[in-house]
């Protein structure tokens, strides 16, 4: 065997085990991420997916104080709509998720623009606007139960000033307790909604503005005709996230109104909550569960498809 043969068996023979550490490194390199999330995945699946799933098996069952799977098909559906009490709480969910979700678009919209104009201590301002979303609603509720209490908060304080038939007793009033649900929620979401907004208008290219400027358009029509139009992704998901913290509000209800006065401010997490855990009526309670979820998905499922579609075209 010449030298040359021999050099070149011998590097074959010495590149075999680099190529295997290389090959056995980058399976490790591609598997690590997969076992890392793995323990996650899981988690999620039981606990989230799977609860869901035995969510709904419960619904269909006639447990009461424990889970018992005597099934019953749809009956606990039909006695939840047979329910004047859930019937209350599906109508204030509209009443209060409408304007819960329109107030804080239109107002999270009119203060991105006015904080847009780059006026001065912007920051500070919209540090001011957001700190309310650093609250919990428990919190919210609670500070709003102070201000809203005739005895204590607004009214009392005007009344202290020598109005003495200035009335705002909202909070006692069965007609009008959900409207300060929608007080609260508001106050601590616009400041949210202000900051998706202006980061919406911040990548604007400033191009556009100074063409409709040089067409002689004016500051509120280039608003309304170029800008909202380019915002429109940023108002789906503004009202998304809304219409989902709308569908789930529960701490809010319990800290503010306690979703009385009787009922009458009662939302379908309170219904849920009241039923499944205080009333022994977990077939019941589960039924509206998945009601509640059912608003969620026919909320989440549009945008998904709307994100999807619009990947597929670009």
Known sequence: ??????????????????????????????????????????????????????????????????????????????????????????????????LFVAICLVLGAVLAILLDQRIRQEGALRTLYLYPMALSFIVTGVVWKWLLNPGLGIQAMVRGWGFDDFAFDWLVRSDMAVYTLVIAAVWQASGFVMALFLAGLRGIDDAILKAAQLDGASLPRIYWRVI???????????????????????????????????????????????????????????????????????????????????????
């Open 1 to 98: 065997m010449t030298s040359s043969s021999t050099s070149a068996a011998s590097r074959r023979a010495a590149s075999g085990p680099v190529r295997g550490r290389r090959s056995s490194g980058g399976l490790l390199q591609a598997w690590l991420p997969r076992l890392v999330l793995a323990p996650s995945v899981a988690v999620s699946l039981f606990f989230v997916y799977g609860f869901m799933i035995w969510t709904f098996v419960l619904s269909l069952t006639s447990s009461r104080m424990l889970p018992s799977y005597d099934f019953v098909g749809f009956g606990q559906y039909a006695r939840l709509m047979a329910n004047e009490r859930w019937w209350v709480a599906a109508s204030n969910l509209a009443v209060f998720g409408g």
């Open 228 to 314: 909202m139009p380019c915002l429109r992704p940023v108002v789906f998901s503004a009202v998304m996230i809304l219409s989902h913290i709308a569908i789930k509000s529960f701490d809010l209800v319990v800290a503010l109104t306690g979703g009385g006065p009787g009922y009458a401010s009662d939302l379908p997490a309170t219904f849920m909550y009241a039923h499944a855990f205080t009333r022994a009526q977990i077939g019941l309670g589960s039924a509206s569960a998945m009601l509640m979820l059912g608003g969620v998905l026919a909320i989440l499922v549009p945008y998904l498809f709307s994100e999807l579609r619009s990947r597929r075209h670009d």
